[in-house]
């Protein structure tokens, strides 16, 4: 490409240069169907017309888009400014695997689901427990449709202590409440992690056997309705927190964290286990499927309340503190718990954890 006619493909099809396949393609049709010759006799029309064509042509491509966006780069750095670098890396492979795990998901097929799983995730939980999970939220809940969005390279994804390729993608949803008929549209963001040679969905739970126990008791006849994605472990919660910061940024949705402090006033044998098991049923089990809780630490629980507002942080924490001081003593501990809740401004996930973990002192 002579650099005496450079063409900005970018600035032709009207995309930032970090913009997904799925932007460049939505964004090809509409300039196709304003300056189609058969719809637009301008003078201009045309020659708008072929320039578009020969930026999606090149754009569309995930190979000739990387040598383009080298030049494209180049030609910035020239000019003084400084040009985010396009990776298109495992874009199809992972596309494709996340793709397989729904199209799984809504026909029922939770054992094939399960196979396209990562190694880590497999090896934290069994197949029984995973297809258990899943036929307890087809219970309450089918997925009508689903549409993979926006998707993001990570060349360093710390994955049990070791550094993979991931890819993650936005996930639009449209789902049906089985018990009211209610249905609901929302984004979620999945991961894909190369693990060896292949492309696997990452999940990132660590206990999904509880979540299925908890589902399973709140299924229709047995009660209301579960909406809990079970307890985290600290790491699975700082994955989860990350991904709500970047919607929180990208999206302007509002963020806000619950932290909860369990003292005991003995440290009686088995006393830990106890708060465990307690915080499932008072605090885990009444959250909706935005929501998240993970354990950081003894005795301390972090709440995630995903589009929640601060304010709506607020009515909820008290009341699951009471819900979990009445479940301690229900087992006969004598235990203080305390709550406070914080909204998400600015800074990294544990900056923000910190933050408001810092309000209970």
């Given amino acids: ?47 708008r017309m072929q320039e578009i064509n020969v930026a999606y042509d090149v754009l569309r491509d995930p190979e000739k888009r990387q040598v383009y966006h080298r030049q494209w780069a180049a030609q910035n750095r020239a000019g003084g400014a400084s040009a985010p670098v396009f990776d298109a890396t495992g ?32 090896k934290h939980n069994p197949e029984s427990a995973f297809v258990l999970w899943q036929q307890a939220v087809s219970r309450l809940y089918r997925i009508d449709s689903f549409q993979l ?7 360093q994804f710390e994955l049990d202590s070791r550094a993979v390729r991931a890819r993650r993608f936005t996930v639009h949803i449209r789902e049906t409440n089985l018990e009211t ?44 309705a579960l909406e809990s994605e079970g307890v985290l472990s600290r790491r699975a919660l700082m ?28 440290n009686e044998g088995g006393a830990l286990g106890v708060v465990d098991r307690c915080a499932r049923t008072a605090v885990a089990r009444r959250l909706r499927l935005t929501d998240a809780m ?20 607020k009515r909820v924490v008290p009341r699951l503190c009471e819900r979990l001081s009445a479940e301690m003593a229900k087992a006969g501990f004598k235990a ?12 990294s996930a544990e900056q923000f954890l910190q933050s408001a973990a810092a309000r209970l002192i």
């Avoid at 490409?1 to 049709?29: F, G, N």
């Avoid at 993970?294 to 942080?313: D, H, K, N, Q, W």
């Avoid at 718990?337 to 600015?346: Q, S």
């Fill in 1 to 47: 490409m002579s650099m005496d006619k450079w063409m900005d493909y970018y600035s032709i099809l009207q995309v930032h240069c970090d913009a997904d396949p799925e932007v460049v393609e939505a964004t090809y049709r509409r300039l196709s169907k304003k300056y189609h010759p058969d719809v637009n006799s301008g003078d201009d029309a045309t020659r």
């Fill in 91 to 122: 874009y199809d492979d992972a596309r494709r695997v996340i793709t397989q795990y729904f199209e799984c998901i809504t026909a029922s097929l939770y054992a094939e689901a399960y196979r396209v799983l990562s190694p880590t995730d497999r």
């Fill in 149 to 155: 969005g926006a998707s993001r390279y990570f060349g």
């Fill in 181 to 224: 008929g209610d249905v609901s549209e929302y984004s979620h963001v999945k991961f894909a992690v190369q693990e060896g040679s292949s492309w696997r969905v990452y999940l990132g739970y660590t206990d999904i056997a509880s979540c299925a126990r908890g589902m399973l008791e709140r299924v229709p006849g047995a009660g209301a």
């Fill in 239 to 266: 994955e989860r927190l990350d991904q709500e910061i970047y919607r929180k940024t990208r999206y302007k949705r509002p963020l806000s964290i619950g932290v909860i402090r369990v003292s005991l006033e003995s």
């Fill in 294 to 313: 993970g354990r950081c630490g003894s005795g301390m629980y972090v709440v995630l309340f995903g589009e929640t507002p601060l304010s709506g942080a």
């Fill in 336 to 347: 203080a718990v305390r709550g406070a809740a914080a909204d998400y401004e600015t800074g």
